[in-house]
């Protein structure tokens, strides 16, 4: 026995092991001890190093059971969270999102639509007053399976969501994509509460309600609300307003067929009418008809007998727009909409905010113009004004017509007359070899073809002919160009209206075009061949600020090369001088008028003024509803130099007014250049020189500005990749110089630069 100092008596002292443990229960929780350290090292990044004398690394066994408990317990805890959170989201979605009344179903949002700067052209309140509701006993029982057929087939055995469509839109919206079934109480939410943006958050409140409101309300009245709330295109809020929109009756009188028809417009009422696409209408009716026999809604027999059915004439709904001359840029944009991918019910019910490209100082000019032009005239005159930036193809004027949810003249086709004459020459120029301006035909007139008054030549080249309009020449060229090449010529610049089996007549414009569509070409030109599809939106976002589209810089579509533009652009400088119309403060501005001649002797039915500069390219208009004969107040007949060249020049001359004044870029001639004599005088008259000094040749080059310079033109410049210049000629100062005809095997299908 040992004793330690201090001690008043003898006391026990255990024996210490060799390892230094007290007893056999201190050693065991000595080595807890070291293990729980052990896990707190490894947790940290790293056993305990054997420096420490207490510890010792883990063995193999054990690290491979701490291993097994560590996936053990992240497995069990990420099964848990994955099957609480759903149900965590769904009961606080449950506890706030309230279920909308049918009122709110129809509560829609204004949109506005704005000037390029920002302005307010008009505010749009969707019209209520043809919202009629009906109770769902009312629309016949074929009708409400048909809108089953084609929405939702499950909809009376379904809790009101369909949990594979909310997992597509969800695996869809993260890869980068939109969309995902939905069933028919779901498209009621969409439509009345939480709005259709494509994220998950709106799918989880959508399925949310959905469910609510199939615990809230029976099925019957579920779709019944749902039919009295949706858009079915024309302006028709609800089915009744929908039955009377498209069949002129009521709901109750609606057969199987009409009503599949109405159930195929739902999606998209825009593409779907068939007043816009009766064969997208028909396969999407269809559609349906086949889903209601799949669902043994209606037997063989019933479908084999039914037909698609008619409708009546669409009318063209206000929606809110605007009664004046706005009101056809509203409607325009409506329709560009469409063709964006943006519905008629998003336009009721999201409240977008549209911003166009209309310049609100020009679309003031543009108005003013026009009613300066009728100003005093006839009442059963219309007119038309359109102006498109050549760079951008955005639209910044645009006028259809006073009455806004009249006729837009902006858009209705009319023969072109003589401002097709351009295309002609640009055809010529495309050929092999070319046809350039300095070609020289006989002017004079023919059995069955005039020219009007002031337009005769005996010869003249087509620079010439273009500039006093002469018929005969245009004619001519047509005929050796072809037909069939000056209306694909028209096609490459941007007319679009059929121009099905063209005659050389087509030279004289005796297919239609519209307002738009002539200002959308002659951009073409003045851009140096550069075709930009014309357009009235530039963006467009959602009252919540979704961005749905915003127009990108473009580089266009080049349709023809930039050398034979600025040639075409070449034969149309003098137009406007020749008429009385030059424009004040411009430098340059390339120009054509057009006269549409009536059937009745000496009169004409359609009057058009067409034009551009490097900035602006308008178009104006004038005519009648009944395509009669256009006489002015004191009954002078209208041509296209007086009426619309007049309102043609009171608006490029502010719209074109730049300082310094844009000019075209140089001008290299292709093929034969343009003689500079004045029209009526034979461009291949010789020139007499003076006795004493030798004459320099007459026919050179000009700049920019039109001036003549100095030195005999290059022939080689008349196309780079023309061979080497003849040699030169030996003609005296009376022999017109030698010029090089470009053979260029430029194309409408390929190209040159």
Known sequence: MRTRAGDTGPRRIAPESSDGADTPAARAGKRRASRRRGIVETLRGGFRRSSSQHLRPLSTDERRALRRRRIKWSIIGGVATLALAPVLLFVVGYLIFSVPTPDEAVNNQVALVSYDDGSQLARLVPEQGNRVKVPVDRIPVQVR???????????????????????????????????????????????????????????????????????????????????NAIYFGRGAYGIQAASQAYFGRNVEQLTVSDGALLAGLIQSPSRWDPAIDPAKSLQRWQFVIDGMASQGWITAADKAQVRFPETVARKVVGGGAPGDSRGHVVNSVRDELGALGITDQEFSQEGLRITTTIDPRRQQQAVDAAHAGLAGQPDNLRSAVVAIDPSTGGITAYYGGDNGVGLDY??????????????????????????????????????????????????????????ISNNVVFNSLSKKVGPQKVADAARAAGITSPLTDPDERIALGNKEVTPLELASAYATIADGGVYRVPHLISKVVTSDGRVLYEAQPSDGERRFPERVARNVTEAMLDVAGNDGLSLPGVRQVAAKTGTVQSHFDGQNNDAWMSGFTPEVAATVWIGTDMNTPIRTADGTPISGGSVPGAVWRDFMTDAARQDPPPAFAPYHAIGEPPSDKPPGVDPETPVTSAPATSAAPTTAPTDVSGVPTTGPPDPRAADPRAGDPAPPGTAGPSTPPATTTTRSTCTLADPCG
Do not use: H
């Open 145 to 227: 399976q048909a809108v089953l057929a084609a929405e939702d087939r499950t909809f009376y055995s379904n809790p009101g969501f369909d949990l594979t469509g909310i997992l597509r839109a969800a695996w869809n919206q993260m890869r980068g994509g939109v969309g995902g079934g939905s069933t028919i109480s779901q498209q009621y939410v969409k439509t009345t509460l939480v709005g259709d943006e494509a994220t998950l958050f709106r799918k989880w409140k959508e399925m949310i309600v959905s469910v609510k409101i199939n615990q809230e309300r029976s099925k019957d009245e579920i779709l019944g609300d749902y039919l």
């Open 410 to 467: 902006a858009r209705v086709r009319k023969q072109a007359g003589s401002t097709f004459k351009p295309f002609v020459v640009l055809a010529a120029l495309m050929q092999d070899p070319p046809i350039g301006l300095g070609e020289v035909f006989d002017g004079k007139p023919v059995r069955g073809l005039r020219n009007s008054d002031g337009a005769d030549c005996d010869r003249c080249d087509l620079k010439q002919a273009m500039t």
